[in-house]
């Protein structure tokens, strides 16, 4: 039986993603700030958590992450840049899901293929932004995309089939972001959930590194 760990398994995707896994078979473990107090800007609770784990895990993915921070949601102007968002989603958006990739390579196997997926969103792309805006929540994707790219340069260096990908899972009919998505279309979280599935069944480690969306089109960094 395959197994899968889901971070973020309290919220509406990485619920969604825990169940429709669940309902294929797999044998999954989740971890959440609402269940398990996990913090992901927070390492030391991070080790705490995942220390107790056992490998191997098949798929592991990481469904954390904020559009609005404290009651700070995305600035429209350079007027309303502050400091100290732009480190708290840095910390949130960015750091988090690079830290439990830290802490949970350990956990891969190495004689055959795995995933590990962070949600990312298409608002982090450079070459596809046209409307600004968004300044911290956009450089905090921006950022997680670059961790990951990074990263997994590193991880296929001891896990040759493994892919390490980031993962736009379109809008979705989450509470995340509901105010700025207005009337925009939105998917559910099980419909995401089994577009982001299909994704990663379908990743090959000639691919790790990349930036995707629910469809498995490759977004411009």
């Known amino acids: 039986m395959k197994r899968a760990l889901v971070i973020g398994a ?7 993603l825990a169940a429709d896994l669940s309902a294929r078979g797999w044998n999954v473990t989740g971890l959440s700030r609402r ?14 958590l995942l220390q107790p784990l056992a ?5 592991i993915v990481v469904a954390t992450g904020a559009l609005e921070i404290d009651g700070a949601g995305p600035e429209k102007t350079l007027k309303a840049i502050d400091p100290g968002v732009f480190a708290a989603q840095i910390a949130l958006n960015a750091l988090g899901p690079v830290l439990i990739l830290k802490h949970t390579l350990r956990l891969l196997p190495r004689d055959r293929p795995a995933q590990f997926a962070a949600l990312s969103a298409r608002v982090g792309s450079i070459g596809d932004n046209r409307l600004g805006g968004w300044y911290s929540y956009r450089a905090a994707k921006a950022a997680l995309n670059q961790l990951f790219h990074t990263a997994a340069i590193e991880v296929a260096r001891t896990h040759p089939q493994a892919t390490v990908a ?10 995340f972001g509901v ?9 559910s979280p099980q419909e995401a959930a089994m577009n982001l599935n299909r994704v990663m069944d379908g990743l090959t480690p000639a ?8 469809a498995g089109q490759e977004i411009a960094w």
């Open 10 to 16: 309290s919220g509406g995707i990485g619920a969604a």
């Open 35 to 48: 269940d398990d107090g996990l913090d992901v800007t927070d390492e030391a609770g991070i080790v705490r």
């Open 55 to 59: 490998a191997p895990f098949d798929r």
């Open 166 to 175: 980031v993962l736009h899972p379109g809008t979705v009919a989450t509470d």
């Open 179 to 187: 105010v700025q998505r207005g009337k925009h279309p939105a998917v």
């Open 207 to 214: 691919q790790t590194g990349g930036f995707f969306d629910y």
